[in-house]
């Protein structure tokens, strides 16, 4: 299902309530539309049950936030339960530690950087660049899977079985 960039643009910046609304109305007004099977390939994700599945030396699993907002444009409350309420969420479902964590759109301020201090050992933005000496663990350049995940964790279980 391809995604017009004007449209996710357009919407990505909304304050969290305008943007939830926004794709409730966007659904309801596509409800016929249906994935195909590449569209299920390139964006369904792992359900649970794979995730827990995935050996822990070979894959760690971070957090991206519960709801996906631009962080920046979240009051602190907002921002404290996204932040943390993802990692409690996949601490107590996947029975791991989750130690890392991503800025949804790479999105990240000095509050936002500072959240994600306090709750995470390290996170990514979206910038590319090259670890140095110094770089600070909680604005890591992210490496980009082609692909998706979902296809990547796929073929490492495959191949450890």
């Known amino acids: 299902m391809a995604q017009s960039p004007d449209l996710v643009d357009t919407i990505k910046p909304l304050d969290l309530p305008t943007r939830q ?14 994935p195909g099977t590449a569209e299920h390939e390139a964006y369904d994700l792992a359900g649970w049950d794979e995730l827990r599945a995935l050996d822990p030396r070979v894959v760690t699993l971070g957090s991206h936030t519960l709801t996906h907002p ?30 890392f964590f991503c800025y949804p759109d ?12 306090r709750h995470y050992r390290a996170a990514v ?12 663990r909680h604005r890591l350049p992210r490496l980009h899977l082609p692909g998706g995940a979902l296809q990547l964790a796929s073929r490492l279980h495959a191949a450890a079985a």
Do not use: F, Y
Request: with cysteine; charged share 30%; hydrophobic share 40%.
């Open 21 to 34: 609304a926004t794709e409730s109305g966007l659904r309801r007004a596509t409800a016929q539309l249906l």
């Open 70 to 99: 631009i962080l920046p444009t979240l009051p602190r409350d907002a921002l404290e339960a996204e932040v943390a309420g993802s990692r409690a969420l996949l601490e107590e479902r996947l029975q791991r530690p989750v130690d």
């Open 106 to 117: 790479g999105a990240a301020d000095g509050r936002v950087v500072d959240c994600a201090r």
């Open 125 to 136: 933005g979206n910038g590319a660049g090259a670890l140095r000496h110094g770089t600070d």
